[in-house]
């Protein structure tokens, strides 16, 4: 992950648009739950009345379950262009830097820096 030129180059922008896409990929492993819930058996029933469902809140309801990745955008071209137009990159880039500015590391354990030092001994036999 984060890998370019075949792993002769790392990116933290491509790290971040890895890790989305990884994420999209882990939820559509994991299916769709079906139910009538799920289904929109409801809403289907009232299909004559209704004459399109992607607007009715059920749709985006369960849409919004499926798939939330933090940097594809999936606005229309005028929502888009109106919050500034970032395209990927850009945004990668700024949660990157939001990423490296605000992360702050748990500590390790007393075990874990205790097999640490003894493999850094071990080096310096």
Do not use: C, Y
């Not at 939820?27 to 029933?45: E, F, L, N, P």
């Not at 395209?87 to 992360?103: G, N």
């Amino acid at each position: 992950m984060g890998m370019l030129e075949s792993g002769q180059t790392w990116s933290h922008e491509q790290l971040v648009i890895d890790n989305d896409v990884v994420a999209m990929n882990k939820r559509a492993i994991q299916g769709i739950d079906v139910t009538d819930d799920t289904m929109g058996v409801d809403v289907i029933k009232k299909a004559h009345e209704i004459k399109e469902f992607l607007h009715q809140r059920h749709t985006v309801q369960f849409m919004r379950r499926q798939s939330k990745p933090k940097l594809i955008d999936r606005q229309t071209r005028g929502a888009w262009e109106a919050k500034g137009g970032k395209d990927l990159t850009q945004r990668a880039k700024e949660e990157a830097r939001r990423i490296i500015d605000t992360h702050q590391a748990d500590p390790l354990s007393d075990d874990v820096k205790k097999t640490l030092r003894e493999i850094v001994d071990s080096v310096k036999k």
